[in-house]
């Protein structure tokens, strides 16, 4: 796999604008691999967002928002030549795709902001991975800026929405995170608290009405000097898992079991990461091999999910005792 930086990273989408490209994300896709593959596409004059499965409630409601309902197909168009997959750095994590990607030998370009897993397939495309960034949304902007495209207002509710869900709502958040929503507020012609009450909109009061119950029947514990809140959760773990650190926890972990797999989620209040020298991505990928899927992240915020489902007792008792262990330095 060659890795790219971000100058050759726009040398090459400049030079593969006129290919036929299909632009996809990982496995139920969200705002922030969703935003950023619409917003992308516009600059490739032959091109189709396309879906490895399905998309989250708040993705759908994203676009519903932004005008881009119809955008997505379900399938890579025939002659593809080009299939770059966003918000993700493996080629599973776009299931069935990703075979059919295999078989058809298109080209492939991963655009990803998460640690790359240390079991890294080293032939399969080229890849741009920067932990910097909190957000594949903002690599896409600032990529869609540097070859020069339109951003139009849609675009630009889509990418703060990217920006904003995936830095856990600002906490993972740099001085180019505020400069990116500021201008894209601009564009869109649109208030922080515009955005924001479209975001709270996005989840049901019956399902908040959910993850409330599931902090309050938590496990809140004091490990060291610091709060660490744990539990089940129904509907949504990274939900829970970020509403605990807003209401105070230090650490979060939330873990739930769905028809096909068992996913977690885990979140730590920033800078925590630098003082305990932790790095979440690097816990939740062992918690993923344990699950038989994968796992990753960034320092403060990461998750694993897999289909080994009856594992899922032993991979968060794994999670929660590396977490604990940091605490306790």
Not at 28 to 51: E, K, N, Q, Y
Not at 60 to 88: F, N
Not at 278 to 290: D, K, T
């Amino acid at each position: 796999m060659k890795l790219l930086d971000f100058n050759e990273l726009a040398a090459f989408i400049i030079k593969n604008k006129q290919k036929k490209v299909a632009i996809t994300f990982h496995s139920i896709g969200d705002r922030d691999g969703v935003s950023s593959a619409i917003s992308l596409a516009s600059f490739f004059p032959r091109s189709a967002v396309v879906t490895p499965d399905y998309l989250t409630g708040n993705a759908k409601r994203m676009l519903r928002q932004a005008g881009y309902s119809d955008a997505i197909k379900t399938s890579i168009p025939a002659e593809t030549e080009l299939l770059i997959i966003m918000d993700t750095n493996l080629l599973e994590s776009i299931g069935e795709l990703g075979i059919r990607a295999r078989k058809a030998n298109c080209q492939m370009l991963f655009i990803d902001h998460h640690l790359l897993p240390t079991n890294i397939r080293s032939s399969e495309g080229t890849i741009f991975n920067d932990e910097g960034y909190n957000s594949t949304a903002s690599i896409i902007y600032a990529l869609l800026k540097i070859v020069g495209a339109k951003i139009t207002k849609g675009m630009a509710i889509l990418l703060v929405n990217g920006i904003i869900s995936d830095s856990a709502e600002l906490q993972n958040s740099t001085y180019t995170t505020f400069m990116q929503i500021s201008e894209l507020l601009e564009i869109a012609s649109m208030d922080y608290a515009d955005v924001i009450e479209l975001m709270h909109d996005n989840i049901s009061p019956k399902d908040r009405y959910t993850i409330i119950n599931e902090i309050k029947d938590s496990e809140i514990e004091i490990v060291g000097k610091y709060i660490f809140i744990h539990g089940k959760a129904v509907l949504h773990a990274n939900v829970a898992a970020d509403i605990a650190i807003r209401i105070g926890a230090d650490a979060s972990l939330f873990w739930t079991v769905a028809k096909k797999e068992a996913s977690a989620s885990a979140r730590l209040r920033a800078p925590l990461d630098k003082r305990l020298h932790m790095h979440l991505g690097v816990l939740m990928q062992e918690v993923g091999i344990m699950l038989n899927g994968n796992g990753g992240g960034h320092p403060c915020a990461a998750g694993a999910y897999g289909p080994f489902k009856d594992n899922i007792n032993a991979a968060v008792s794994k999670a929660e005792e590396g977490i604990k262990e940091r605490l306790l330095q």
